[in-house]
């Protein structure tokens, strides 16, 4: 059984649920959102997505709870129209690795005390196309790319 996410014009997301079903919920539907995504589940089985809101060039993330699906935008450097990673620690905070078209620098961005905050990783020659991203036992980022 093939699963996966679909993308129109804004962020769809495409869930199995209990009972063997696919059911597809809208997640972001302002503006041209959802290409090069990203998606994971917490220990409580919610998706964490990361995607790029064309509209803006910019770094979007969004997270499922019992109350709904929530969004937000990522202040992140320059333009990103690449390919970006998620992936989140044992208490559940997003880790987030995505590339910067305009500088071609790899970045890393994760959120501390209910901020995200975005340090530069590589930025020698064009560096970070197509990162993955993995969080070790001790809480360090490993990103390949």
């Not at 589940?41 to 709904?68: C, M, Q």
């Not at 333009?79 to 910067?100: G, M, N, V």
């Not at 970045?107 to 064009?126: C, H, I, P, R």
Request: include cysteine; glycine fraction near 8%; charge should be negative.
């Amino acid at each position: 059984m093939k699963r996966f996410t679909l993308f129109l014009l804004f962020l769809l997301c495409t869930i199995i649920t209990a009972q063997g079903e696919w059911r597809i919920e809208t997640v972001d539907a302002d503006g041209f959102r959802g290409r090069y995504t990203s998606i994971t589940v917490d220990r409580f089985g919610n998706p964490h997505i990361s995607y790029l809101d064309e509209d803006t060039k910019g770094l979007r993330y969004a997270k499922r709870d019992f109350t709904g699906w929530h969004t937000e935008s990522i202040n992140t450097p320059g333009t990103i129209e690449s390919h970006t990673a998620i992936t989140l620690d044992h208490r559940d905070i997003p880790h987030i690795a995505f590339y910067e078209k305009n500088d071609r620098d790899l970045w890393y961005a994760t959120m501390e005390n209910g901020q995200w905050t975005t340090e530069l990783v590589d930025s020698e020659g064009w560096s970070g196309g197509g990162p993955d991203i993995l969080i070790d036992k001790f809480g360090k980022p490993h990103i390949s790319y």
